[in-house]
């Protein structure tokens, strides 16, 4: 498998509006940034009263681009991002890769806390509940930023409620792309409201971060140590089969490719809003 180009995961073909804007539309406005590499931060926004959404889904987010130097004119510029937080968090989070010459990100992540972005309230997505049919193990396949809507649904009571155990996979190249992870998962583990919530539930999740290019505990693509049986041995599970396993995958195109032959070589089925299935994969942020 090929290395995931996470430039394509978060740059998407520039969405625009026609006519012309003349004040910001859609405004939220930034509460919090971090930064964890010069690759990757995670940034949090007011959230709109009005919005409703399912852990996993997706919005429209984004700035306005350059005034054209002719007339003038700006146009938003808009990419479609994973909401990090649940559905139930008075604020929305998101987790992005920086890209120096990306029309959106080389903008975006000089963002700081009172500035304004746009975000569009419809939300979408594959990555929901309601796209699986039920199970008992749940597995989160993701690369880079594609952790991001799995951060939401690590957050959800429904994921705790509805499957017996839940693994969060989680490959980067490097030790510090996997630090907005490992963070997640300690806090969520340690937070009073979720563990008034589900009490001992929370150790129903089980974390599996590996590396590809850094040396770590754990090294190696998922697709290899799925294929080689690795995975399985190191969590004392026999496999994964259509009667007990649900998936949902959020990569780049080569990990959907491969962790799609994958788990229908397992006897899976892909699944989707319209008809629930044994895994999902999130296809917004392929090129």
Request: aromatic share 8%.
């Amino acid at each position: 498998m090929r290395q995931p180009d996470m430039n394509k995961m978060n740059e998407r073909t520039t969405v625009t509006d026609a006519a012309p804007i003349k004040t910001l539309p859609d405004a939220q406005t930034v509460t919090e940034v971090q930064h964890y590499t010069d690759r990757l931060f995670r940034f949090r926004v007011t959230r709109p009263a009005s919005l409703r959404f399912r852990s996993g889904e997706f919005v429209m987010i984004g700035l306005m681009g350059d005034p054209d130097p002719k007339t003038g004119r700006q146009k938003p510029l808009l990419r479609a991002y994973s909401i990090a937080s649940p559905s139930w968090d008075e604020e929305l989070e998101f987790y992005s890769i920086k890209v120096p010459d990306g029309p959106l990100t080389s903008k975006l992540q000089h963002i700081k806390p009172g500035d304004e972005l746009i975000l569009r309230p419809k939300p979408v997505g594959t990555l929901v509940h309601d796209a699986l049919l039920p199970g008992k193990r749940l597995w989160f396949f993701a690369t880079g930023t594609g952790i991001a809507p799995f951060a939401s649904l690590i957050r959800d009571p429904q994921t705790y409620e509805d499957y017996d155990q839940i693994i969060l996979t989680h490959t980067c190249r490097d030790v510090a792309e996997l630090t907005y992870g490992r963070e997640l998962v300690d806090s969520l583990k340690s937070d009073e409201m979720m563990q008034e919530l589900l009490g001992d539930g929370l150790n129903k999740l089980v974390y599996y971060p590996t590396t590809t290019r850094e040396e770590s505990p754990k090294m190696g693509r998922i697709t290899t140590l799925l294929e080689d049986g690795t995975v399985f041995k190191d969590l004392g599970i026999g496999g994964i089969t259509p009667e007990t396993d649900r998936a949902m995958v959020c990569g780049s195109m080569g990990l959907n490719t491969d962790i799609k032959r994958i788990l229908e070589g397992f006897g899976l089925h892909e699944g989707a809003n319209s008809e629930p299935a044994e895994y999902v994969v999130e296809k917004a942020f392929v090129g």
